[in-house]
């Protein structure tokens, strides 16, 4: 779907680089999650991509065409949530989704939307009075309003509390599986894990590694199965290599003999790896 | 350009002129201007009604599309106007075309009362012509000027000294403090002046002569150029400042 070759990108007010050189791919009907901390270019990448901020340098196609040859069409395929909430705020949500919808060829159908997110009974709230969690959800809709062919979420997780943040995942989710292409930001690990089908870690400006989840559990993560079980009253906790498991006699004989409470894969999580990887925390000092 | 698509986005212009209040505000300052006009005699009135049109449809045209600018400004929604399929022609037109009909509005409110109440004698159509061509002029100007503001108040400031600066040689001219005959000409290239004349053409004793004809050339062909080649040309990087990217 899209195609990067090369991406540098510098503020007008900057003296350097903020995009040193990305090169990276989204394949059509895939989540790609474009991971980092805070201050790594995330935003900066999204807002290239969508042809907000026009003086790169490098090489970027959308559908095997060259970005800067699209006209003011390409907006019918694309939908963009920025990081911060953004709407009328003295206008009701209903309003504002009306206006915006009548800019596009396509519509989607609004209630079915609305109350997939859960703010149909708030349609006509004014906006002002939306609580972030809400606003976040209303940027969903508005981002998905022209049926697009491709969404931009740009840290739509940040700030909403576990059971919003499902139901936007799920929405994310079921837009992939009926074809469309995501390409989402984090710089919270966890949050969009389980969602993306690959993922870029990005610190300051480059690109350390582009795989899927699982790959990189594979790779970078070890190889180990912890169990736990009881013994004398207490708990203790054993680790084994993963390889050749089944022929490793004490392991064998524990699960055998012993009372065992858990038994866990040693999974790393994707923020363990990233930190590997990187050498970089991923949160904030200040969250 | 989409004659669809802008007329999608006036409407919302419009509509959120509303919602925001700047048609209230309109209506209270025609109201004002009305009482003020209602109460001098009919001779005062005669000089002072086409000069309060003027002001209406040139400083308070600035006014309220910097006003209108600063609103979007701060909620930061020209970023989501950037994502969608509207040009960028078709976004700058539709507010010039919302804040004019806007402005319109306010004129008519005031002539209305003044047809009504002094029995005030108009070429309607001239007077229609000359609020909407000042109107547009101004307006797009305005959106010009809205470019250079950082904050609010100072916008306010430099509209006041840049109107001031405007005013005051017509101003000496009229007073004749400056005699000098070649000075009409210098004078016609002053906006605020060719409105003058524009306006004046609606009333009853107006006398036409090329001042007129100049000053209605000179506003569109004006609007025409400052659209072109000011206010376009910069306008998505004026958008992409304010998304606060
Ligand atoms: N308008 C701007 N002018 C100059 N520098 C900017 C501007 N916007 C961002 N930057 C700088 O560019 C770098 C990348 O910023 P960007 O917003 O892309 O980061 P991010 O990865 O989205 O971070 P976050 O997780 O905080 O949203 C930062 O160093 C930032 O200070
Ligand atoms: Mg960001």
């Not at chain 1, 340098?57 to 990081?83: A, C, W």
């Not at chain 2, 048609?23 to 003020?36: H, Y």
């Not at chain 2, 022609?89 to 306010?106: C, M, P, Q, Y």
Request: a neutral charge; proline letters at 2%.
């Amino acid at each position: 779907m899209y195609k990067v070759e090369d991406l540098r990108f510098k503020y007008p007010k900057n003296k350097d680089d903020v995009i040193k050189g990305i090169s990276f791919e989204i394949k059509e009907g895939e989540i790609f999650g474009f991971l980092g901390p805070s201050g790594a270019g995330k935003s900066t990448t999204q807002k290239i991509l969508i042809k907000i901020l026009e003086d790169y340098r490098g090489k970027i196609s959308y559908s095997g065409k060259d970005v800067s040859e699209f006209g003011n069409d390409f907006y019918e395929d694309i939908g963009v949530s920025f990081e911060m909430p953004i709407h009328f705020s003295k206008m009701t949500a209903m309003e504002n989704i009306n206006f915006f919808l009548k800019l596009y060829k396509r519509n989607a159908d609004v209630e079915t939307l609305m109350k997939r997110v859960g703010l149909w009974e708030s349609k006509d709230k004014m906006v002002g009075e939306f609580s972030k969690g809400m606003k976040i959800r209303l940027n969903i809709v508005r981002a998905l309003l022209n049926e697009p062919k491709m969404l931009f979420l740009d840290e739509p997780t940040n700030g909403i509390d576990p059971a919003n943040a499902k139901i936007l995942k799920d929405l994310v989710k079921e837009f992939r599986d009926a074809g469309g292409t995501v390409f989402i930001t984090s710089h919270i690990m966890s949050d969009i894990d389980q969602l993306c089908d690959r993922v870029a870690f990005i610190v300051d400006g480059e690109i350390k590694e582009i795989d899927s989840p699982r790959n990189l559990k594979i790779r970078y993560g070890k190889r180990e199965l912890r169990v736990e079980y009881k013994e004398n009253g207490k708990t203790i906790t054993r680790e084994f290599p993963m390889d050749n498991i089944g022929k490793n006699e004490e392991f064998l004989t524990l699960l055998q003999t012993k009372d065992i409470e858990t038994i866990h894969s040693g999974e790393t999580t994707l923020e363990d790896i990233f930190i590997k990887v990187t050498g970089v925390g991923l949160r904030d000092e200040s969250e | 350009m989409k004659a669809s698509r802008v007329w999608v986005l006036v409407k919302g212009e419009l509509l959120r002129l509303n919602k925001y209040n700047i048609f209230a505000i309109s209506i209270l300052v025609a109201i004002i201007w009305g009482v003020m006009l209602y109460f001098v005699n009919s001779t005062i009135l005669a000089t002072l009604l086409p000069m309060v049109l003027l002001v209406d449809a040139s400083m308070m045209s600035i006014m309220y599309i910097g006003s209108v600018m600063f609103f979007e400004k701060s909620e930061f929604t020209i970023s989501t106007m950037l994502v969608t399929p509207s040009t960028n022609a078709e976004l700058v037109l539709s507010k010039v075309l919302a804040n004019t009909i806007h402005n319109l509005f306010s004129s008519v409110l005031i002539i209305i009362a003044f047809v009504l109440l002094k029995d005030v004698k108009l070429n309607y159509f001239l007077i229609f012509v000359g609020i909407v061509v000042t109107t547009t002029f101004f307006t797009i100007f305005g959106y010009y000027m809205a470019y250079f503001q950082k904050n609010f108040t100072g916008m306010l400031v430099n509209i006041m000294i840049f109107a001031f600066a405007l005013l005051i040689p017509s101003l000496l001219y009229e007073v004749h403090v400056i005699t000098a005959d070649w000075f009409q000409y210098v004078l016609v290239i002053n906006p605020f002046q060719a409105g003058a004349e524009l306006i004046g053409g609606g009333f009853k004793d107006y006398v036409f002569e090329w001042q007129y004809y100049f000053s209605l050339a000179y506003l569109l062909i004006g609007t025409v150029l400052v659209y072109r080649f000011l206010v376009l040309p910069k306008f998505h990087d004026y958008s992409i400042r304010q998304s606060g990217v």
